[in-house]
């Protein structure tokens, strides 16, 4: 098993609608979470960081449940330019200072 | 300010080549990290600078990948004898973190496109 997995998608996501996805890990010693964006061929850029049970930036929301060792991220009013792939990122500072990522999870947001 | 930046964008290369890929983290940044995403995979960490401390090198796929980083600043990724298999796109990311820290957000650069002929 994955220490960190994501449903691939793709999530098809009408205009305006709201969408909401998740991310399971497997170690409960992980700490940090972090939601990232990737466009296509282009580089990871932090979305959101998490590090108690949950943030909020605008129409995005994360949510961390460590009893079920899932963080969700959910997208409110979703416009076109949100189609990405959202990566999910987690840290255990005890294991050194690396991040390891799910796979992603593909987002389509269409008119 | 300036984000992280990475040289060359792209690079071809025959199998068997050496090759060096640079990366130039966000001034200040104590902790330097090195990825690379392959087609259709998520991102595999390889090696992980911090501050004059040892590099941890646990994610070094092979004795063929090597890296430094010069001043605390400035890092190479050298990949020796490259083999198609090394074909990825190579990320560089910088941090604040320091030793053992929760507060571990992670700035990509751009990547370096590695293509093994």
């Known amino acids: 098993r994955k220490e960190v997995e994501q449903d691939p998608g793709p999530f098809n996501v009408p205009e305006g609608a709201t969408v909401a996805f998740n991310c399971t890990y497997s170690?409960?010693?992980?700490?940090?979470f972090f939601w990232y964006r990737q466009d296509c061929r282009k580089e990871p850029k932090l979305l959101m960081s998490v590090y108690s049970s949950g943030n909020e930036d605008g129409r995005f929301t994360a949510q961390l449940n460590r009893a079920s060792q899932y963080i969700s991220l959910l997208i409110r009013d979703s416009k076109l330019s949100d189609s990405a792939t959202y990566l999910c990122a987690v840290n255990r500072p005890a294991a050194g200072n690396k991040l390891t990522f799910g796979g992603g999870t593909r987002v389509l947001v269409k008119p | 300010g300036a984000g992280v930046s990475q040289s060359p964008s792209n690079k071809v290369t025959e199998k068997g080549k050496d090759v060096e890929l640079r990366c130039d983290p966000i001034?200040?940044?104590?902790?330097l990290y090195w990825y690379r995403q392959s087609l259709g995979q998520g991102l595999e960490f390889l090696i992980y600078f911090q501050g004059n401390s040892a590099p941890d090198k646990s994610g070094l796929p092979s004795d063929r990948f090597s890296a430094e980083r010069t001043g605390g600043s400035v890092s190479t990724l050298t990949i020796q004898r490259t083999q198609q298999e090394d074909s990825a796109v190579y990320l560089c990311?910088?941090?604040?973190?320091?030793?053992?820290?929760?507060?571990?957000?992670?700035?990509f650069g751009p990547g370096t496109r590695l293509t093994v002929l």
């Open positions: 001034s200040g940044h104590t902790a």
């Open positions: 170690n409960s010693a992980s700490q940090s």
């Open positions: 990311a910088s941090s604040y973190a320091t030793g053992t820290s929760v507060y571990n957000e992670q700035f």
